[in-house]
């Protein structure tokens, strides 16, 4: 079994940008496809973006253009580079691994949370105005 651990999360001021990692405990080379998503307090789990094994990318609409998904299959890592962050971007963020399709349809709201069975704690992103 996989499992995934969230960092640099942090407080930051609006305007400002910060990288979040995910560090995979085995291999991820081949297997996964890897995401992003993010709960903010009071609302529900929402999709950021998704990055296929071939480095395929997609993001949710409310992101694009601010947001950067990568990974290093090398050194099992999913990366999340966040810019000019505003303080809707407050939230708890986590990464996942699963089929492109499923973590495309989490994307898209469009499948159950239920059924994400690999992901992270989570690391805690706060934008102060």
Known sequence: ??????????????????????AASRSLLGNYCMGWFRQAPGKEREGVATIDKDGTTVYADSVKGRFTISRDNANNTLYLQIFSVVPEDTAVYYCAA????????????????????????????????
Request: net charge negative; charged share 15%.
């Open 98 to 129: 699963d089929q492109c399709p499923f973590l495309n349809s989490l994307l898209a709201g469009r499948a159950n949370y239920k059924w994400l069975e690999i992901w992270g704690q989570g690391t805690l992103v706060i934008v102060s105005s």
């Open 1 to 22: 079994q996989v499992q995934l651990v969230e960092s640099g999360g942090d407080s930051v001021q609006a305007g400002g940008s910060l990288r979040l990692s995910c």
